[in-house]
Nanobody
Framework: QVQLVESGGGLVQAGGSLRLSCVAS????????MGWHRQAPGKQRELVAA???????TYEDSVKGRFTISRDNAKNTVYLQMNSLKPEDTAVYYC???????????????WGQGTQVTVPS
């Protein structure tokens, strides 16, 4: 069973930085895409950033230039460095692993439990 465990959330003042980490485990051979999504109260979950195992990245427009996604394929770990944080970044951040190849086959999506990021206004 594939599991994703996130860490690194917390409360930070506007303009500050946080680094989120997510480790995937469970007889994984390859994870095609890893990403971070977020969900603020009363809003739909949205993609923040994603990265393929080849290193291609994509970002939501509002975080471009402030957030950086990276991954360590050997450790099945993805990171999200968040700088210049704003109150509107406040949300629960979820790690996602898309198209996960395990010894038993292909799984399409796995999610972490979420980590809270709070930036007071």
């Amino acid at each position: 069973q594939v599991q994703l465990v996130e860490s690194g959330g917390g409360l930070v003042q506007a303009g500050g930085s946080l680094r989120l980490s997510c480790v995937a485990s469970g007889n994984i051979l390859r994870i095609e895409t890893m990403g971070w999504h977020r969900q603020a109260p009363g809003k739909q979950r949205e993609l923040v950033a994603a990265i393929t195992d080849g290193g291609s990245t994509t970002y939501e427009d509002s975080v471009k230039g402030r957030f950086t996604i990276s991954r360590d394929n050997a450790k099945n770990t993805v990171y999200l460095q968040m700088n210049s944080l704003k109150p509107e970044d406040t949300a629960v951040y979820y790690c996602n692993a898309h198209r996960v190849f395990t010894r038993w086959g292909l799984d399409y999506d796995h999610w972490g439990q979420g980590t809270q990021v709070t930036v007071p206004s």
